[in-house]
């Protein structure tokens, strides 16, 4: 079907069945926009964030979703070891890591321009 042939079933909705074409076109046009503008980033977010965590080890600097900075000192298979003073260590799921500041990034200064 051909886009003149498509804008004339629209126009002349008495004719044909036009208003039921148009509802098909507006209906998957609403799917295309939750895609590409909600799910599909989301999805992305996700992927990301699980590969993040599968790459912690030991002596990275991470943050939690609480915002408490630590260092790992053991890893499990869905908890995490951080030291968070001299005397401090507590024990957080490995999901709720939202950011690692990786030992590399920290030894090295920033450079200026």
């Known amino acids: 079907m051909t886009w003149n042939a498509l804008a004339l079933l629209l126009a002349a909705p008495g004719q044909g069945g036009g208003p039921g074409v148009a509802l098909v076109i507006q ?3 609403i799917i295309a926009i939750f895609y590409f503008l909600l799910i599909r980033p989301q999805r992305q977010q996700l992927k ?36 968070t003073g001299e005397n401090t260590r507590i024990v957080v799921a490995r999901a709720k890591i939202a950011r690692v500041f990786t030992s590399e990034t920290a030894a090295t200064p920033p450079t200026e321009k």
């Open 48 to 83: 990301k964030h699980q590969e993040l965590l599968k790459q912690l080890k030991k002596g990275d600097e991470v943050m939690t979703e609480g915002g408490i900075i630590g260092t790992v000192i053991h890893l499990a298979d869905d908890r995490i070891t951080l030291r």
């Open 27 to 29: 209906f998957v046009a």
